[in-house]
């Protein structure tokens, strides 16, 4: 099924642990997102790729990094977990003059 | 300064009702998107839209790009639309601004 697969959809982490944010979509799309979601803030844009082999800051970008592995892969990687990066992460992509697909959101709570 | 702007916040309706939920935004745009958010749900595009009227089953997308504003419409609201609707609008560098999100809450 085409669209955008994000793993894992669940993850809890110990502070100062690290971990990696899987993406990919199947869809030939050059822009690439990762957002985050927190009550009552909406998405808040962390990075983003508008095509392979770039990648941007967005409005919340401390804390992460990410790699644009290729066209169909764009990875988010929080390198030592801290609470206030416990939220709801989806990723999405985009071609221009079509909608957003967004993946199915990852839940990563922070102890 | 918010550069979209959504309206209301929340919203409860009794089941059958026709539903209007508004978007107004401050920037230039190409296309303007709406999202559907299920509680605990991932999100789905439900429009994109640059001019005039959209519609899919029982939903609505209106826009007007000279008054910078769109509208999303419910007819026949059902328990199952509950969700949270999200506005979107992309800005010049390939980012998209959102909006805070209606809830929205059917009651049979």
């Known amino acids: 099924n085409a669209g955008v697969t994000q793993t894992p959809k669940f993850q809890v982490l110990k502070t100062g642990q690290s971990m990696t944010l899987q993406c990919a979509q199947d869809m030939n799309h050059n822009s690439m997102y990762w957002y985050r979601q927190d009550p009552g803030m909406g998405l808040r844009l962390i990075y983003y790729s508008a095509s392979e082999g770039t990648t941007d800051k967005g409005e919340v970008p401390n804390g992460y990094n990410v790699s644009r592995l290729n066209k169909r892969e764009f990875s988010l990687r929080l390198e030592s977990a801290a609470p206030s990066q416990t939220s709801v992460y989806f990723c999405?992509?985009?071609?221009?003059?079509?909608?957003?697909?967004f993946g199915s959101g990852t839940r990563l709570t922070v102890v | 300064k918010n550069e979209v702007e959504q309206s209301p916040q929340n919203l409860t309706a009794q089941e059958g009702e026709f539903i209007t939920i508004n978007c107004s935004y401050s920037v230039g745009i190409s296309a303007l998107h709406w999202l559907q958010q299920h509680p605990g749900g991932g999100i789905v595009s439900l429009f994109m839209?640059?001019?005039g009227k959209k519609k899919h089953g029982r939903l609505i997308a209106t826009i007007n790009i000279q008054e910078k504003h769109s509208s999303l419409h419910i007819t026949a609201s059902h328990p199952r639309d509950s969700a949270v609707y999200i506005c979107a609008v992309p800005n010049t560098g390939n980012q998209f601004y959102f909006g805070t999100g209606t809830s929205l809450t059917v009651i049979p």
């Open positions: 839209l640059s001019s």
């Open positions: 999405a992509s985009h071609r221009g003059g079509y909608g957003y697909t």
